[in-house]
């Protein structure tokens, strides 16, 4: 019985296919995936710090593995391990805190703590996938307190690697051919491409520059190298994603932009779908690459652009790049390129000083935007930003704040439906997903549509088949279809 891993993210896209690509060296390195955390030898927690909540819920998280699984070796990573990493070494069973700024020897790491792990249980090891790498201890044993910035010593035995320096990252791109597996319920059927990191926007309520690092760019070829791998095991979309996407290409040797880049990828997936994207890196250009004849073998017809609030002053306050009338002017670009688009955005409530007139102006704008959905956020003050200070002085009350988050969700739940209405009796481009045998019992495969709309599809398919749809009705917060004439052809 070899060592078992098991990897938990939380957090966005781009966090979640780290953890991807770490699960996937794992599995290189001979370790065998767990049932689950209660299961694994080595549990590697992969943390986000973007809310005070997401510190809570990591927190949650490694004490409930420690309790039902205390002989496992806890390693925690991510954006909050690299925010705090003393905070973090201080919870009961951590052994290793590795911020962003090591992650790439997450890897190298886990192995010997597996190792250890299997050994004190009696399973058996594989001297040659993991005893003899002796790289990790040399790593363990010289980090020691490596970041610690609290008081006095660092917790004993527990292995610190945080800097903010970031001279360690290696932005890769994870073995997508590994990731990927149609068949397979523990992977992907529509894998992340990951293919920048970092920000240096400094948005005034924002931590994720100190958590992430500069702009880092994966160079183009390797981005097609992992592209080619995942449509030569049989992919169907790819999504394309970054900590700030659209600043792709700008700090390579030769600089190149996201255009550049979605114009090569292009050449080599039968579907790509871009995530998130900043509104002023919506170019003319980028745009030019979406056509109605593509919508199958192309683009995903689906744009999301973070707005946080449609409020001039509040705009000015978190130190966006952009205006209400920049971001309406791209959405309605968007929207005449792309007439049957999820557009998106992501909007924070309750920010300093969002007085209730400041919120009906942002209420307001957004009612009058095309936007299908949103992703909606209570604002929360992390440490070490501008708008912590700010917060002290100027906060929203939570009932308050609770308030206008209902607001909006109701607002959205109105444009998401009329949205969906519009497509019955239509036929829509989408790829069948991982179903459950419950699903199936009852007669019909999940599948996502071409612009990004959950898809109830009657019949038995395997996952990443890519087909059209013929819409019948709007079922729950998706649509409900058959398959299309087109795809029986």
Request: glycine residues 8%.
């Amino acid at each position: 019985m070899v060592a078992e891993y098991h990897v938990e993210n939380f957090g966005c896209r781009a966090s979640r296919a780290d953890g991807e690509a770490i699960a996937a060296e794992l599995r290189g390195r001979g370790l065998m995936p767990a049932a689950g955390p209660a299961q694994a030898d080595v549990v590697v927690i992969n943390t986000c710090s973007v809310t005070a909540q997401a510190d809570r819920t990591a927190r949650a998280f490694i004490r409930r593995v420690q309790r039902k699984n205390p002989n496992a070796r806890i390693v925690v990573t991510g954006c909050y391990a690299q925010r705090a990493p003393g905070e973090v070494a201080a919870l009961k069973g951590v052994h290793a805190v590795v911020g962003n700024s090591h992650k790439a020897l997450v890897s190298e790491i886990v192995p010997e703590l597996a190792a250890e792990a299997a050994l004190a249980r009696g399973s058996f090891v594989p001297v040659n996938s993991l005893l003899s790498r002796q790289a990790p201890a040399k790593i363990l044993a010289q980090s020691q307190g490596a970041g610690w910035s609290g008081a006095g010593d660092p917790p004993s035995g527990v292995a610190i690697l945080a800097d903010q320096v970031f001279a360690h990252t290696l932005l890769a791109a994870a073995p997508l051919e590994a990731v990927f597996d149609h068949a397979s319920s523990s992977r992907q059927t529509r894998p992340t491409l990951k293919v920048q990191d970092g920000c240096g926007n400094r948005c005034s309520f924002c931590v994720i520059p100190q958590t992430r690092g500069p702009s880092r760019s994966l160079p183009l070829e390797e981005c097609l190298r992992a592209a080619r791998a995942f449509a030569a095991a049989g992919g169907q979309e790819l999504v394309l994603s970054g900590i700030n996407l659209g600043r792709w290409g700008r700090d390579l040797s030769r600089p190149l932009t996201l255009k550049d880049l979605v114009e090569n990828l292009l050449l080599e997936v039968p579907r790509l779908r871009l995530s998130s994207i900043e509104p002023m890196d919506w170019t003319p250009e980028l745009l030019e690459l979406f056509s109605a004849e593509q919508s199958l073998h192309g683009l995903a017809h689906h744009a999301h652009l973070p707005l946080q609030s449609g409020s001039d002053a509040i705009l000015r306050a978190m130190h966006r790049r952009y205006r209400p009338w920049h971001y309406a002017e791209k959405l309605r670009a968007i929207r005449e390129r792309l007439p049957y688009a999820a557009i998106g955005a992501d909007v924070m409530v309750g920010f300093p000083g969002e007085s209730d007139a400041l919120f009906e102006e942002s209420f307001a704008f957004i009612e009058s935007q095309p936007l299908t959905y949103l992703h909606l956020f209570p604002f929360s003050a992390r440490p070490q930003t501008a708008a912590w200070e700010l917060a002290q002085k100027s906060p929203v009350p939570p009932a308050r704040v609770d308030e206008r988050m209902q607001r909006l969700r109701r607002l959205v739940e109105a444009k998401s439906l009329a949205f969906r209405q519009s497509f019955v009796g239509r036929d829509l481009p989408a790829i069948t997903l991982k179903t459950s045998d419950q699903e199936r019992q009852q007669g019909f495969t999940r599948a996502l549509t071409g612009n990004f709309l959950d898809l109830r599809l009657t019949g038995i398919f395997d996952s990443n088949q890519s087909l059209w749809a013929a819409i019948t009705r709007v079922e729950g917060e998706g649509l409900a279809g058959e398959i299309a004439a087109r795809s029986r052809k």
